[in-house]
C-alpha cells in the first residue's frame, strides 16, 4: 500500500463482468493483500450462468445479476443499477469483460469515475476481437489500454498502456494470453492510482502524479 492511501478510506468499486472474470479475480487477489487501498463492494453481471460469480462467492463479494432481456431498454435496467450503486457509495466502476454498451443513465452520474480495460493499444482495433484484428491488420505492437468510459466503442479518454510486441510466428491465441497477462497488471495498477487519488481528468488529458 502507498503512502498516500495510508488510513484512507478504500476506495468503494463496483466491477462489471459479462464472463469468466479474470481480471475481476487479479483485481481482487492484489487487493486482498493490500496493494491497492479498494474494496470490491459489488459484481455486477449480465448472465446468470457467468463464471465471475462464482469467482465473487469464493471472494465473498455481493452481486447484481440482472437479465437484458426482461428490460424494455438498456436505460431500464442502468436506472436501476444505478440506484444499487449509489445507495452502496460505489466510487469507482470497473468494467472488466462487460460486454454491454452502455447509455448516458450509467455515464453521466459515473463520468470520471468508470473505467474499462480493452485488449488493445486503442484508438486503434476498438469494439470486439481487438487482438484478432491487430493479427489481422499486421501490426507490430499491441497489448492492454485502460481508458475512462464516455459512453462510445472504447472512445473514452486513455489512462495507460502496455505495448508488447507482435512475435512472428504469434497466432490470435498467443498473443492474447500475453495481453491478458499484461492486464492483470495494468488493471489493478490503474485502479490503486485512482485509489491514492493520482489520476486528473482534464478533457482528454490524464495526468498521473507520481
Not at 481487438?130 to 489481422?136: D, E, K, L, S, T
Request: glycine letters at 10%.
Amino acid at each position: 500500500m502507498s503512502q498516500a492511501s495510508e488510513g484512507a478510506a478504500p476506495l468503494k468499486i463496483a466491477v462489471f463482468a459479462s464472463g469468466s472474470g479474470s481480471n475481476f479475480q487479479a483485481l481482487a487477489e492484489r487487493i486482498n493483500v493490500g496493494s491497492v487501498n479498494a474494496k470490491i463492494d459489488l459484481v455486477v453481471c449480465d448472465k446468470p450462468s457467468a463464471y465471475v460469480l462464482e469467482r465473487a462467492k469464493a471472494f465473498k463479494i455481493d452481486t447484481y445479476v440482472f437479465s437484458p432481456k426482461q428490460y424494455a431498454s438498456r436505460e431500464d435496467y442502468e436506472r436501476e443499477i444505478v440506484e444499487e450503486l449509489q445507495a452502496r457509495g460505489i466510487g469507482l466502476i470497473v468494467m472488466a469483460g462487460y460486454m454491454r454498451l452502455v447509455t448516458n443513465v450509467l455515464v453521466e452520474p459515473y463520468y470520471g469515475r468508470m473505467i474499462n480495460v480493452h485488449p488493445a493499444l486503442l484508438p486503434a482495433f476498438p469494439g470486439m476481437d481487438g487482438v484478432g484484428q491487430a493479427i489481422a491488420y499486421g501490426a507490430k505492437v499491441a497489448g492492454p489500454t485502460v481508458h475512462f468510459v464516455d459512453g462510445g466503442t472504447d472512445t473514452g479518454p486513455i489512462i495507460a498502456q502496455r505495448a508488447l510486441e507482435v512475435r512472428e510466428d504469434d497466432t490470435k491465441e498467443t498473443l492474447g494470453a500475453r495481453i491478458q497477462h499484461a492486464e492483470y497488471e495494468l488493471l489493478p495498477e490503474v485502479v490503486g492510482w485512482i485509489a491514492d487519488g493520482r489520476v486528473s481528468l482534464d478533457g482528454r488529458k490524464v495526468t498521473i502524479k507520481h
